[in-house]
């Protein structure tokens, strides 16, 4: 029987499921296809069926498959996934998708994590935390041009409580980005005061910013309108659904996968994902 402090979830004890797991106190009861299917992690954690001679965990409420390190809310997020009542509807917020690109990169669920990134990609969210948010869960920095330029041109420099969570190398880069922005127009090889105003903007600084974090920017670069010095707070920017084409890269290698259209299958999108 279960303890009194192991209760079954209310909403993810599915009498049909045939795998059992606890998270803190909570036992979940779920379809095991949705793990071994998209997740290398849980192929191999969950054998179906077990090997000769062993009782395989996750079997029964007495039996179940701990998942330790792992919050509640978090698994209840990535479950929705798979049972999201909507069907192709996935409406959340930038909390909601954090925690599932982090249970899926943790676990490999490589199509779910591609699936969370295009939708944070649409949400608004400050250029520190999604600097963060990317670095930690191994996601093409390319994709963080808007954000490292937004911590660059922005009046006030990089404080100690930031670079502690940016990291030494990265906070270093912002802070070389700073001082080249702000140069003299006169000499490129003079460094400018960080307090300065910008001296470049656009495409131009677009370059500066790619050649200090080797990102990779499009073949053709357009130009846009002189970044404001005064800073909007917004990390990311917005502006319809259309993402461009991603690929995914594991292990070193990649291949480009089409992108499938908001609300579509979760099991199609595969951002370039980066372990630099």
Known sequence: ????????????????????????????????????????????????????????????????FILEDTLKVDFEHLLWVFYN???????????????ILKLAHQWDFDEVKAFAFRELEQQEMPALQKIILYHTHEIDRKYLLAAYTELAVRDDPITIEEGLLLGLETSLRLAHARELARAPVFSGKKHGNPRSPINLAGSELDVLINRLFNLSLPDTITERPPTPQTPTGRGTPTGGRNTPQLGIQTNGTGSPVPNPA???????????????
């Open 85 to 99: 009542e909507k069907y192709n509807i996935y409406e959340a917020g930038v909390d909601v998708w954090s925690s």
């Open 262 to 276: 908001r609300g579509g299958s979760v099991m199609k999108a595969c951002p370039p994902f980066s372990s630099h």
């Open 1 to 64: 029987p279960i303890g009194e402090r192991v209760s079954r979830h209310t909403k993810y004890y599915i009498p049909g499921g045939d795998v059992v797991f606890r998270v803190e106190n909570i036992i979940f009861r779920v379809h095991r296809y949705f793990f071994t299917r998209d997740s290398s992690f849980f192929r191999e954690k969950l054998p179906h069926p077990p090997p000769p001679g062993e009782f395989s965990k996750g079997s029964s409420d007495n039996n179940p």
